[in-house]
């Protein structure tokens, strides 16, 4: 079987799969060059590939400039091309088998981005004496203020804007579709633009919203670095700039405004300040004074700030190493001997050689830490001299109220049995009807709204998207709007990737995240302030 032909029904195929048109491009392209490279070597049939020549191919790449990253693309498509070939019995052994692809030791470090002030010198310096210029400054808007890809603006159809909300719609890799708004920058030259659009038609109108000036079609890709060329030297910037440039730079303003972001954002903003500091080692402290990224971003991401800067490929600051348990209670001890007695938290803190945050996250209210220390110091067998003055723990709560008690409970106590195939029931709740304590989020639901009255809330709706519901709760001098997610266990908001920013509440049974950054309302402890009121 001849190559070409072999490359043709392997795109043939990859197209009926349902690859996107890009995905579909680059494959062509790599095999394309492929083909032509053993064309020359007069290797025409599949079967006369060899291990060795794959090897020279990617020799070859290398002695002509293609980085590493681009070779193991290459070579990545290269070897499913021939794997799809053997799967299908054209070729008894796959000479790919044994090729190895280059991988990277290090990541590069991301590009600098431009600055606010430097992206409004360029937006500003577009000119704009002719439809070309309004097009050309609409573009480089579109780049910047939605963050576009290169291949996302030229597909954009005039039906993607939206006017009157404000908005784009953008088709993006792998079919996905976002909506985002738009700027005030970008809505101005859309308005300025459209107006003159349509003379730069040759033809019918397919809708395309960015048209080239010659062709009277879709603008070229290819047109792009002409047009940054001309504005880096009108600006003076010694930078060559290009596309994912204004998509890089509007990210990192955004982030620094105190937008959310995901782990790669925050990896990369902490990459750019320790490059900028030419350290190696970086410390919060150091971070907060050169970033806008708030804390709790990190903290929704990742463990804590010596995880990110491990991710980030900085060493660990030994500052922040993570605090054993016995280090934090042996201070508190030592605190309380020296004050005669248990302390409130304001006072433990100028006294104690470690942050109060750091208890608040690990253990959280002052009440509960207290209880973690009585607990430490009764399993290590530790005296303290003001024992009786902390509060009970709630095992030694249950073990008082059982010995005072003739009530023999059994839903803790009894055997428990091998799992069926019977239904899974909560633990007894006995609730105004409610039997049983919920298992999972429609629990939670259910719960809610048997008590949100007494709880001081009420609702407005309850929807299929996020958040789960909009209501009111009552608070000094009338009522006020919260945005409500309901979860089983408060941890769950963090594990289903929402944005804490577009929410005021979480109503879960289970309170486990201790650094949520929103207020949390944990039923189970709710509900035992309404025991007054529960049928018994």
Known sequence: MLLKEAISDYLSARRIEGCTMSTMENCAYRLTLLQRYFSKRRINRVVEVRAQDIDDYSADLSRRGVSQRSRAAYLSTIRVFFQWLQERGKLLVNPTRDVVIPTRNEEPLPEPPLTEAEMASILDGMPRRSVSDLRNWLHLELLYGCGLRLTESIKLKVADVDMEHRSLRIAGKGGKVRVLPLMKGTLGALKDYLALRRSLLKGPDDGTLLIGKTTGKALSETMLPAILRRVTKRAGFKCRLHAHLFRHSIAVHLLQRGADMDRQAIVAEIQRVAKERGVSVLSWSEFASASKVKRDIIYKRFEGWREACQAAGLESNQQ?????????????????????????????????????????????????????????????????????????TSKELTTTENAESDVVETSNESQQWERGTGLLYGDILNFRGLQHAPLNEQGVVLLFGMTCRELGFVIEA?????????????????????????????SNFKTHGHNHTECDLIVCWNHDWKACPLEVLELKSAIQKLSNTMIQ
């Open 320 to 392: 922040n190493v993570r605090l054993e348990d016995d280090d934090l209670f042996e201070n508190m001890r030592t605190v309380f001997i020296k004050t005669n007695g248990i302390c409130n938290s304001m006072k433990f803190a100028r006294l104690s050689g470690y942050d109060r945050k750091t208890y608040q996250k690990r253990f959280g209210k002052w009440q509960n830490t207290l209880q973690r220390f009585r607990s430490w110091l009764t399993e290590k067998g530790i005296p303290f001299p003001y024992m009786a003055t902390l509060p009970a």
């Open 462 to 490: 309850v929807r299929p998207g996020f958040p789960d519901c909009i209501g009111k709760r009552r608070v000094k001098g009338g009522w006020q709007a919260v945005r409500i997610e309901f979860e089983f266990s408060s």
